[in-house]
């Protein structure tokens, strides 16, 4: 098979991110990519001139994360490319050969798979090893009604879990991976459904779900290095906008899994 990749990323009010992170990032990767950028707001085309070997998918509306990467599965043939990814604009990668490495992994086995991403010194990945308890869940959803105890819990988790040690280059299986980039095997992503209903956040579990109902495995490859800007987009919203989000996401979650 030929060894090329398809990657999928979403332009929202953010265009110079967008253009920086394939011009930087992207076009740095030692591997072949047909790059697709789903524009989920209203942009000069113009700036885009010259991005090489990338296309532009104009949805005529915002369709949130995981709508934005349906409608991109009914515009693409992924069966053309070795591997699909999808991820957000605000990344870096430590090394030009992290696409080459994590592809190299990839079995019959294995639906999707990610790096160990850090924000701050901060390790996001997996976003959860096993699966989220009912409690768990439901915790998340109240404390978005309360944006103070739900900001000093957010700090406390990330103290909890700072993590700057070295990786352990080694592979593990995990419920769900951080949803900023995820590489689908293309034996597999046809068996995903991507229609989500919620525009924001959630897509983890949503993914995650369908990984443990088809049986086929998430792999969260603790090798290279992503580093993450996190909240570079999502802070457009205004925090209690994000919260609005968050909670629509986990009500949906509660509603459709517990």
Avoid at 124 to 146: A, D, E, G, W
Avoid at 178 to 184: A, I, P
């Amino acid at each position: 098979m030929n060894k090329k990749g398809g990657y999928i990323v979403i332009c929202y009010n953010n265009e110079k991110e967008v253009i920086t992170f394939i011009k930087d990032v992207l076009h740095n990767q030692k591997i072949d990519l047909d790059i697709f950028v789903v524009v989920n707001s209203s942009v000069n085309k113009d700036v885009f001139i010259g991005l090489n070997k990338t296309k532009f998918l104009f949805p005529e509306k915002n369709l949130g994360y995981l709508g934005a990467l349906n409608y991109a599965s009914e515009e693409i043939n992924f069966q053309k490319y070795s591997f699909v990814c999808f991820s957000n604009t605000d990344l870096t990668f430590d090394s030009s050969q992290l696409l080459n490495n994590l592809y190299r992994k990839i079995d019959d086995t294995i639906a999707l798979i990610g790096h160990r991403i850090i924000t701050g010194k901060r390790n996001q990945n997996p976003l959860s090893l096993k699966r989220p308890s009912k409690i768990k869940v439901l915790s998340v959803y109240l404390f978005t009604f309360f944006p103070i105890i739900y900001f000093l819990r957010r700090k406390l988790i990330n103290f909890i879990n700072f993590n700057s040690s070295p990786p352990t280059y080694k592979d593990y299986d995990c419920y769900a991976l951080h949803g900023s980039f995820l590489m689908f095997s293309v034996k597999h992503i046809h068996k995903f459904n991507f229609i989500h209903h919620q525009l924001l956040f959630g897509e983890e579990i949503y993914i995650a779900e369908q990984c443990s109902k088809l049986k086929i495995r998430s792999v969260w490859s603790d090798t290279d290095l992503i580093y993450h800007n996190e909240n570079s987009t999502t802070s457009l919203l205004g925090f209690k906008n994000k919260l609005r989000y968050i909670r629509q996401a986990n009500k949906y979650i509660l509603n459709k899994y517990y």
